[in-house]
């Protein structure tokens, strides 16, 4: 009896322990600026926190910009100065979208102003002539944008004494969808050009939705550096999107931002 009842606590313990580990991480305030390319993310990850049972996520964004994000940082205009003070009121995170890095210190320090653990986030999407390319120009494209953000991280962080600045490796995951693809590895996805719009004779590079979730995996893998998989979010679903891509996506998304230090995931 007595062993029994050892047991069943040892068993008890580790149940804690589990559900411990399960715990979600806090809630954080969140700004974004970003392109065409980015216009899912926001969508996705709003899901994902909800999916998580994650509680406190907020967005802020400036009047007279789309829904969640701040207008551009530089220069004098009206949402320019309106889009830096809602940075120095304090926010969590700001994530970034655009094909090239350029990171100065009109988004990093009005951010660090507000918040001391304020967090700058690149996402570093993959370049719009990667999308026609084959998979071994595609990567060399993708190589040499790589090294460009990461010198211009490296500099801001440089600056700041510690890392302030990562980047979110969106690139590296779609050149890994598409190698899926060609091995017929990737659920119910057939062709390369799938994760992009246009047309076979002419792809355009912006998202399909599959890289449009893919992309809000990926992001929000980096900002709560927690992975993605076993969350449930309806998003592409009425587009074709299984479960069985969903977890496909979300296992692609963690392994490549886990494995990337600059986003820092990574111990």
């Known amino acids: 009896m007595k062993t029994i009842r050892f047991l069943t606590l040892i068993f008890a313990l580790i149940g804690n322990l589990h559900a411990a580990d399960k715990t979600p991480p806090a809630g954080i305030i969140i700004a974004y600026t970003g392109n065409s390319y980015h216009h899912l993310v926001p969508e996705v990850l709003d899901a994902c926190v909800k999916a998580a049972g994650i509680t406190g996520h907020r967005k802020v964004q400036v009047p007279g910009v789309r829904a969640g994000y701040l207008g551009r940082l530089d220069g004098d205009t009206p949402v320019a100065v309106a889009s830096r003070n809602v940075l120095k009121e304090g926010v969590d995170v700001h994530v970034h979208s655009h094909h090239w890095a350029e990171f100065t210190t009109f988004t990093v320090k009005p951010g660090l102003e507000g918040n001391p653990k304020f967090r700058f986030y690149h996402t570093m999407s993959w370049l719009p002539q990667t999308a026609g390319a084959s998979l071994t120009d595609a990567a060399t494209i993708t190589e040499k944008q790589q090294k460009n953000c990461e010198v211009e991280a490296d ?34 996805v057939k062709k390369e050009l799938e ?73």
């Open 155 to 188: 500099k801001v962080n440089k600056t700041h004494g510690g890392q302030v600045a990562f980047l979110i490796p969106t690139s590296q995951a779609v050149m890994k969808a598409r190698q899926l693809i060609v091995d017929g590895k990737l659920p119910g």
């Open 195 to 267: 994760l992009f719009t246009g047309t076979p004779e002419k792809p355009d590079g912006h998202p399909s939705v599959i890289t449009g979730v893919l992309n809000g995996y990926c992001t929000f893998a980096a900002v709560y550096r927690t992975s993605p998989e076993g969350l449930k979010i309806d998003i592409g679903r009425p587009l074709g999107l299984s479960d069985e891509l969903h977890a496909a996506l979300q296992r692609i998304a963690w392994e490549t931002v886990s494995k990337y230090p600059p986003a820092g995931v990574a111990k």
